[in-house]
Structure formats: C-alpha cells, structure tokens
C-alpha cells in the first residue's frame, strides 16, 4: 500500500468509523429516551436505572466477545452481527407493550448493549492498529463520536417523540440508523496486514513517561499485575461519577429549577462536553504522557462533583450548568484512559483482549449509578448521591498517585 493511499485509508477510516461510534452512543442517551417509557408504561427511576446498570453489563461482556469475535470470524462478521443485534433492540423497544419491564430488559439492556459492545471493541481496536503513531488522538476522536450521540441523537429523539412519530416511531428510526451506520462501517473496516508500514511512534521526552518496559502482555499475564487491578478500581471510580451523573442528568437539572427544555438542552451540553474531554485528553496523552493527564481528568472529576453538590445544595440552575460541563469534560477522558493504559502498560498485540477486560469498570461505574438512584428515593434529593460520588473521587485520587507498573 503506498503512503497516500494509506494516508487516504487512514484517514477515511477514521472517519467512517467516527459516525458510527456517533449512532452507537445511543445508549449514553438514556437519560431522554427513558422519558416516554417512564409515561408511557408508568415505570419508576428504580426500575428504569436498572435498565441502565443492564445495559453497562451487557456492553461489557458484548466488549468481551467482540474481542473473541472478531478473531474468529474477521472484523466484518462481527461489526455485522453487532448491527443486527443492536439495531434491532433498540428499534423492538418502540414496539413494546404492556408494562412487563423485563422486557425493555431484554432488547435494550441485552440485545443493544451486547451489540453495541461488540461494535464498540472491535471499531476502536481494529481502527487505532491503524495510528500506532497518535494512539491518543485516534481514541480521542472515536470516543467523541460515541459521547456525542447524547446530544445530536439524543436531541432528535426528544423532538420525534413529540411529533406522530411517538416512542415507537423514534425507537424504530434510531434502530434501522444504527443498523446501517454499523453495517456500511464493517463492509469497509479491515485490519493492517504485515506489508503495511505505519508511521513510528514518536518518543516522548522523559519528562513525559515514565520509561516503561516495553512488552506485550496477554490477558492472563496483564490480570497477574498489581498495576492492573489498581488502575481498574481508579478508573471505575471515576468513571461512576460521570456514568451516574448521566443516568439521571435530566431530573437532576429539573430538581434544581430548571424548564424542562432547558433540562434536555443541559443533558445535549454534558455530551458535548463529553464529546470535547475525549478529544483533549487523547491529546493529553499523546503530549503531556499517561500520569499527568490521568492526574488532571481525576482532579476534574473531584471538582466536578464538588461544584454539581453545591448547585444542589444551593438550588443553582447557573452552578448545575457547570457541574455537568465538568462532569462531561472529566468523564469523556475515561475511556482515552482506558485505551492509552492499556496499550501503554501492556502492548498492542493483545490490545483488543485486554481493552475488553478492562472497559469492564464499566459494570462496577454503573452499580454505582444505580446505587446512587436509589440513594436519590431514599433521601428525597441529589445530596447523598453526590457526597457518595465526591468521596469515590477522592479515593480515585490516592490510587492514581500510588499506580506504577508493578
């Protein structure tokens, strides 16, 4: 392959699979789409943030076959088995009815976050083998996409469920969107094969690393590794205050005073938010190195839900608008996170693997969102729920001075 057409792949490749990480963060709209669901079938926060916890699951263990999927039948199979999986529940959870909950279980939480899981590993592993030279950036942008479907989608799902379209209208056309959008992305994926030269990876200067031994780990080795569990339970705990704040971001913008309008523009202002801290820290990571850039997303997170406590605390419309620009900044790093650790501390030749396993804080970030939902019945406000996330925050923070490769 010569260098411009490469250069041309790269970068239409990225591209490509930018927008279908767009449709696919459907999921990360959960906060509007529950909404009609919530009226429609009179389903409580309880039941519906299970729903959610579900889905953080299944796009966990759906992140985990990917991995084995697409190693096994090839990048295109997977991405199209993920369309027909994810595509369909989420257009089945328009045709709902009745009030048997256990059913949104099983197309939304099930069959949506398992699809979208696969599509999720095997999108970010198969495209960043192709920018081995801006690991971060790459991630950065793919991580983009995904956390701003929360605010492109998200938005035209609120305005379509008040037209005739309605709840299973929307759901329908969101469903067949992101069917296609996965399916076109996996007829033109593929892998680099042995003949294709990537540009190096640029050293970084001293200041910047921390000089790591270079070697590939695989999954068993990298779970022996004290600095994998550590780096497990920092980025789940900080990735909980941004998952669970998302959760509820909605009702917590009404619960301060705000329209309901303005509550679903506040929710599209937290993805974009999300969207931009992805980008910045891919950045980061590629600039500043690992443990600078994880330092400064962790402090974010603190301050974040510091000041999201005190717009609670002080029925503050203007303060809820910053906590959750914070919020949003201070979570969309967590995934570059995910991915830069992973590949730095473990190589690139297990990546796909072990980015799965890892990616599964997810299922302990989304425990706690549904914990603090519950909290939020039991006290009758946001309070508890964000003195709980400020203090996971900070415990994240002792964790992160102490992670070293060991």
């Given at each position: 392959?010569?260098d411009?057409?490469?250069?041309?792949?790269?970068?239409?490749?990225?591209?490509l699979a930018?927008?279908a990480?767009?449709f696919a963060g459907?999921?990360?709209?959960?906060?509007?789409l529950?909404?009609?669901l919530?009226?429609d079938?009179?389903?409580g926060?309880?039941q519906?943030?299970?729903?959610?916890?579900l889905t953080m699951?299944f796009?966990?263990?759906g992140?985990?076959?990917g991995?084995?999927?697409?190693?096994k039948?090839?990048?295109k199979l997977?991405?199209?088995?993920?369309a027909v999986?994810?595509?369909?529940?989420?257009?089945l959870?328009?045709?709902l009815g009745g009030?048997n909950?256990?059913?949104?279980?099983v197309t939304?939480?099930?069959?949506g976050g398992?699809?979208i899981?696969?599509?999720?590993n095997?999108i970010?592993?198969t495209?960043?083998a192709?920018f081995?030279?801006?690991?971060?950036f790459?991630s950065?942008?793919l991580?983009?996409?995904?956390?701003?479907?929360?605010?492109?989608l998200?938005?035209l799902?609120?305005?379509?469920?008040?037209?005739q379209?309605?709840?299973?209208?929307?759901?329908?056309i969101l469903?067949?969107?992101?069917?296609a959008?996965?399916?076109?992305?996996?007829?033109?994926l593929?892998r680099?094969?042995?003949s294709?030269?990537?540009?190096?990876?640029?050293?970084k200067?001293?200041?910047n690393t921390?000089?790591?031994?270079?070697?590939?780990?695989?999954?068993?080795?990298?779970?022996?590794r004290?600095?994998?569990?550590?780096?497990f339970a920092l980025?789940?705990?900080?990735?909980a205050v941004?998952?669970s704040?998302?959760s509820?971001?909605r009702?917590l913008?009404?619960?301060v005073g705000?329209?309901?309008?303005?509550?679903t523009?506040?929710?599209g202002?937290?993805?974009v938010?999300?969207g931009?801290?992805?980008?910045?820290?891919?950045?980061?990571f590629?600039?500043l190195g690992?443990?600078?850039t994880?330092l400064?997303?962790?402090?974010?997170?603190?301050?974040?839900?510091?000041t999201t406590l005190?717009s609670v605390?002080?029925s503050?419309v203007?303060?809820?608008f910053i906590?959750?620009?914070l919020t949003?900044?201070?979570?969309?790093?967590c995934?570059t996170?995910?991915?830069?650790?992973i590949s730095e501390?473990y190589?690139?030749?297990?990546?796909?693997?072990?980015?799965?396993?890892m990616?599964?804080n997810?299922?302990?970030a989304?425990?706690?969102?549904?914990?603090c939902?519950?909290?939020?019945?039991?006290?009758g406000?946001?309070?508890?729920?964000?003195?709980?996330l400020?203090?996971?925050?900070?415990?994240a923070?002792?964790?992160?001075l102490?992670?070293k490769?060991?």
């Amino acid at each position: 392959m010569s260098d411009n057409i490469k250069t041309s792949y790269r970068r239409s490749i990225l591209i490509l699979a930018v927008a279908a990480m767009l449709f696919a963060g459907i999921i990360y709209a959960w906060s509007i789409l529950k909404v009609p669901l919530s009226t429609d079938f009179g389903w409580g926060a309880e039941q519906l943030a299970l729903n959610y916890t579900l889905t953080m699951c299944f796009f966990c263990i759906g992140g985990l076959l990917g991995s084995l999927l697409s190693r096994k039948i090839g990048v295109k199979l997977s991405t199209a088995f993920s369309a027909v999986l994810a595509g369909g529940g989420i257009a089945l959870t328009g045709l709902l009815g009745g009030n048997n909950i256990f059913l949104l279980y099983v197309t939304y939480a099930f069959m949506g976050g398992l699809g979208i899981g696969i599509a999720y590993n095997v999108i970010i592993s198969t495209v960043s083998a192709w920018f081995p030279d801006k690991k971060g950036f790459c991630s950065g942008c793919l991580m983009m996409g995904f956390g701003a479907s929360s605010l492109i989608l998200g938005n035209l799902a609120d305005f379509l469920f008040k037209t005739q379209l309605g709840r299973r209208g929307t759901f329908i056309i969101l469903g067949a969107a992101l069917f296609a959008a996965l399916l076109l992305t996996g007829l033109i994926l593929k892998r680099p094969d042995e003949s294709v030269i990537l540009p190096a990876v640029r050293e970084k200067s001293s200041n910047n690393t921390e000089n790591l031994e270079q070697k590939d780990y695989t999954t068993i080795q990298m779970l022996k590794r004290f600095s994998f569990w550590r780096g497990f339970a920092l980025i789940a705990l900080v990735t909980a205050v941004g998952n669970s704040v998302i959760s509820f971001a909605r009702d917590l913008a009404l619960s301060v005073g705000s329209a309901a309008t303005l509550a679903t523009t506040l929710v599209g202002v937290l993805a974009v938010c999300n969207g931009l801290g992805r980008i910045i820290s891919g950045v980061l990571f590629d600039t500043l190195g690992r443990k600078k850039t994880m330092l400064i997303a962790n402090i974010l997170t603190i301050v974040a839900a510091g000041t999201t406590l005190v717009s609670v605390l002080c029925s503050s419309v203007p303060l809820c608008f910053i906590g959750l620009c914070l919020t949003g900044l201070s979570y969309g790093c967590c995934p570059t996170m995910v991915t830069s650790f992973i590949s730095e501390f473990y190589g690139q030749k297990h990546f796909a693997s072990n980015f799965s396993v890892m990616n599964c804080n997810l299922i302990c970030a989304s425990f706690i969102a549904t914990a603090c939902s519950s909290l939020q019945t039991t006290f009758g406000g946001y309070t508890v729920p964000f003195i709980l996330l400020l203090a996971l925050g900070t415990i994240a923070l002792l964790l992160n001075l102490s992670i070293k490769k060991a």
